[in-house]
């Protein structure tokens, strides 16, 4: 998720899911992020990310959600 330094505007949020590394994962969505604020012209304030591994032994599954509230 990132987050504008303008309040007044809203944030992206960005989700990634592939046949990689955690890290990999977490390098792709951080430059989504980047290159959403920068087409919109955005200042970017801070981005949050937070991701998993998952091992595939005979069914897997990943969710991915974000909480939203307003002031």
């Known amino acids: ?7 007044e505007l809203c944030g ?3 989700e990634y899911e592939g046949v990689c590394s955690k890290r990999e994962a977490e ?6 992020a980047k290159e959403g604020f920068e087409v919109r012209g955005w200042e970017i304030d801070r981005i949050i ?3 998993s591994e998952h091992t595939v032994e005979r069914v897997g ?3 991915a959600g974000a909480i939203l509230w307003y002031r």
């Open 12 to 14: 992206l949020i960005m």
């Open 27 to 32: 390098n792709i969505v951080v430059e989504m």
């Open 49 to 51: 990310s937070i991701s």
């Open 61 to 63: 599954c990943a969710f």
């Open 1 to 7: 998720m990132a987050l504008p330094k303008d309040e």
